[in-house]
């Protein structure tokens, strides 16, 4: 058999293309008025992805037990890896290095250091890697290796759904809401932190267009760059940005609009828009 790969839903890989690539995605949480529901398999209440108040939480040590157990099953003893959202911005890491350690050292953890696409560009390579016949070592160094080579940015109408959710430092937010700022953040050390100020949505805009073109020149490789677009609630101004990017990027071998996810739509709040720029080979 292969090895088998597992992320969760923070990747926002859209479910027929992780089923394709043979892809366990496990379910983060939303909390709405009390009740938890899991990200991609229950239906969850459209006022939480509209930005009302909600909690997320992370995959429990007890889920993510059950779902490598079951991959290294699959994989009939070959071996799992497990590529997570940053360790900085969930829980979700250290539960399955708790989860890892009770399945056996055959289940192989990795932080992404990221989120989105800057999840599921690693959890791909991985996958790509794993369906070559690469050993268990061989697929972990190459879901590590890619896990640092992705750039992401965002932009955000407001900090606040950051602040509540503790992503942001609370003076950051609180400048943006004073000051009216449109914010430029991006993904750095496994957190997100601030990168620029901008006064107006579209200037956020622009800025975040020439992030993502500097950082194709700095990623890019002789197969190009992919690129992901995610967006919350907000699909035009998404399609608006993807549209810049390929009047600007040569040589890029794809470029996708996603949705962010629940659980990462719950954070970033709607209007959000954000790019992550990965190596072409992916």
Not at 70 to 98: C, K, M, P, Y
Request: glycine share 12%; hydrophobic share 45%; aromatic share 2%.
């Amino acid at each position: 058999m292969t090895v088998a790969v597992v992320t969760d839903s923070s990747s926002c890989l859209p479910a027929p293309l992780a089923a394709e690539r043979g892809i366990s995605v496990v379910p983060l949480h939303v909390l709405v008025d009390g009740i938890d529901h899991r990200e991609g398999v229950d239906e969850i209440p459209e006022h939480s992805a509209a930005g009302s108040p909600v909690t997320t939480a992370g995959a429990s040590p007890g889920e993510l037990t059950e779902v490598y157990a079951a991959a290294l099953e699959r994989s009939r003893g070959d071996g799992v890896v497990a590529l997570h959202i940053s360790r900085g911005l969930s829980s979700t890491w250290e539960a399955a290095r708790q989860a890892a350690d009770k399945v056996g050292p055959a289940v192989r953890v990795v932080d992404s250091g990221s989120a989105g696409m800057g999840l599921g560009f690693a959890v791909l390579a991985a996958a790509g890697s794993a369906a070559g016949g690469a050993v268990l070592d061989t697929v972990y160094h190459c879901a590590v290796a890619a896990s640092t080579t992705s750039r992401c940015f965002i932009v955000v109408d407001r900090l606040d759904h950051l602040r509540r959710g503790g992503r942001i430092g609370t003076a950051a937010a609180l400048l943006g809401t004073a000051l009216a700022m449109k914010p430029v953040l991006h993904i750095s050390g496994g957190s997100l932190v601030l990168r620029e100020k901008t006064r107006t949505s579209s200037k956020a805009l622009n800025k975040l267009v020439d992030a993502a073109v500097a950082a194709a020149s700095d990623v890019g490789d002789d197969s190009g760059v992919a690129l992901a677009v995610h967006h919350m609630l907000c699909a035009e101004r998404a399609d608006d940005v993807a549209a810049m990017l390929a009047s600007r990027i040569s040589g890029f071998t794809s470029i996708d609009v996603y949705p962010f996810g629940a659980v990462l739509g719950a954070h970033v709040g709607p209007g959000a828009v954000g790019v992550v720029v990965s190596p072409g080979r992916r």
